[in-house]
């Protein structure tokens, strides 16, 4: 797997019929280990080590309805009320970030409506910050810390 651009996490693999596993400590199970599940088990790392969130208020894979269409978002963050505080769409590497996969990101928040967005390959991190108020969103140098 590529090297990202994340601090260096240790994950638990396996390997299973020529294929590579990896723990998802949030699904508390073994997932096929795509090069986008490798960036979004770094994803995951990088929220609970790095920037403090709760385990408990993190999920990954789960499904939101777009209208009529049902799609799956990477990485959610909640707040401990039930508000969502963080939406993250996770890419391979070798997938560059292009403008569909903010509109991506920004489809999904319709449903979603979280405070902060991040789109990520891996190499490139970008966050920002909605202001439902001002109908505006904020590009930020860093994802703030939980809390």
Same mark, same amino acid.
């Given at each position: =797997?590529?090297?990202?651009? /994340?601090? +260096?996490?240790?994950f638990r @693999?396996?390997n299973s019929e020529n294929?590579i596993?990896v723990f998802?400590?949030l699904r508390k199970k /073994? ?5 986008e599940?490798?960036v +979004?088990q770094h994803v995951?790392?990088? @929220?609970l080590?790095?920037?403090? /969130?709760? #385990? ?8 939101v309805?777009l209208h009529?269409?049902i799609?799956r ?5 909640y #707040?401990?009320n039930g508000?969502?505080h963080l939406v993250?769409?996770?890419k ?15 489809r999904?928040?319709?449903a979603?409506?979280?405070?902060? @967005? =991040?789109?990520?390959?891996g190499?490139q ?5 909605l202001?439902y108020v001002a109908?505006?969103y904020? /590009?930020?140098p860093d @994802?703030?810390?939980?809390g």
């Open positions: =797997m590529h090297t990202l651009n /994340f601090p +260096r996490y240790s @693999l396996k294929k596993a998802d400590e /073994f997932v096929l280990l795509t090069p599940e490798w +979004r995951v790392q990088f @929220l080590q790095e920037k403090k /969130f709760p #385990k408990s208020l993190l999920n990954v894979e789960k499904q309805k009529d269409l799609k978002y990477d990485v959610l963050a #707040k401990p508000d969502i993250v769409e996770c391979a590497a070798s997938i560059p970030i292009t403008q569909g996969t903010f509109d991506q990101i920004a999904y928040n319709l979603l409506q979280a405070d902060y @967005l =991040m789109v990520t390959n190499l991190h970008y966050f920002c910050q202001d109908e505006q904020h /590009f930020l @994802l703030p810390e939980w």
